[in-house]
């Protein structure tokens, strides 16, 4: 079983729709985090998190540490969300990352 | 304007052809790490140095080196690359625990 498990694995939705992506993981972590790969390849770093809930825009990022469950929200989704968004959680003990397999997530017009 | 510089973006080469990946930034961040990023996979940590001097292996160092003399740059090494290195790369530096990462753009080598 992976470390750091993401769900769904692909999601399409409709412009507007508001999307809910999930990450599980099983270790002691220090702080998760949510990335943004664009469909050219850079990633973009969205939120650190090691409580409670961030916002930035329409994007949201929560996280449960009890439960060893976070999430992120898209409200009003637009096509430009397009992307694979990521979650990786840093272990206690070490900068190193604990990569999830990433979500796909199509926003068609 | 604060990034990571990754060169080339996009390299084609032939096996056992030495190549170096340099990796840049402006920062002044003690961590520095690299990834290789394939289908399926996701991002594999390669190798990562948490200041001037200082490197370690990652998950999958097998057929790369690293050095890291000055802070600023971290080149990744291919002595004898393989088809099998044909990949996705990425160099990520982060000012130190509890912080955020910063990711440079990619860079697309595909060894013939």
């Known amino acids: 079983k992976n470390e750091v498990e993401q769900s769904p694995q692909n999601l399409t939705a409709q412009e507007g729709e508001f999307i809910t992506i999930n990450c599980s993981y099983s270790v002691g972590i220090s702080a998760l985090h949510w990335l943004q790969q664009h469909p050219g390849g850079g990633i973009v770093s969205l939120f650190m998190l090691s409580s409670g809930k961030k916002k930035h825009g329409r994007l949201i990022a929560t996280i449960n540490i009890q439960e060893k469950h976070s999430s992120l929200h898209i409200t009003a989704s637009h096509p430009r969300d397009s992307a694979v968004y990521i979650c990786a959680v840093r272990s206690y003990s070490n900068y190193q990352l604990i990569w999830g397999a990433g979500t796909k997530l199509i926003i068609k017009p | 304007e604060a990034q990571v510089t990754q060169n080339p973006r996009y390299l084609i080469t032939v096996t056992g052809k030495k190549l170096t990946v340099t990796c840049s930034q402006n920062m002044n961040h003690e961590y520095m790490s690299w990834y290789r990023q394939d289908p399926g996979l996701g991002l594999r940590q390669i190798y990562y140095?948490?200041?001037?001097?200082?490197?370690d292996k990652g998950d999958v160092p097998e057929g790369y080196k690293v050095s890291r003399k000055e802070k600023r740059n971290f080149p990744l090494i291919l002595e004898s690359p393989s088809p099998n290195q044909t990949s996705l790369y990425f160099c990520?530096?982060?000012?130190?625990?509890?912080?955020?990462?910063?990711f440079g753009s990619g860079t697309r080598l595909t060894v013939v």
């Open positions: 140095s948490m200041n001037v001097e200082v490197t």
């Open positions: 990520a530096s982060s000012p130190g625990q509890g912080r955020g990462y910063t």
